[in-house]
Nanobody, 121 residues
């Protein structure tokens, strides 16, 4: 099966920044909807940012103005730029893509393995 690959997580101090990336090996992101989610122990997974097929965006109130979701069509990759990180941003971040074409086959509703973001001084 095809799985999304995420990278970019790590440990940063409050006020720092990270950029997460999400892609599928050999995949083509075409007319897809992308979402970045995060989850902490004991809490429900929440949608952080979404990018629609028409490139409109939506953000959780807690990250609005600090996070930016974007797409690089040439690289078939989506990103989550996270600026001015806060301790409450600490979570495992997951990428979700509703449609990916790999080697001529269409795959639906793919999830990344998760990448840990830790914000601590």
């Amino acid at each position: 099966q095809v799985q999304l690959v995420e990278s970019g997580g790590g440990l940063v101090q409050p006020g720092g920044f990270l950029r997460l990336s999400c892609s599928a090996s050999g995949g083509i992101f075409s007319r897809n909807h992308v979402g970045w989610y995060r989850q902490v122990p004991g809490k429900q997974r929440e949608l952080v940012a979404a990018l629609s097929r028409d490139d409109s965006t939506n953000y959780a109130d807690s990250v609005k103005g600090r996070f930016t979701i974007s797409r690089d069509n040439a690289k078939n990759t989506v990103y989550l730029q996270m600026n001015n990180l806060k301790p409450d941003d600490t979570a495992v971040y997951y990428c979700n893509v509703d449609r990916v074409i790999v080697n001529g086959w269409e795959y639906l509703e793919l999830w990344g393995q998760g990448t840990l973001v830790t914000v601590s001084s």
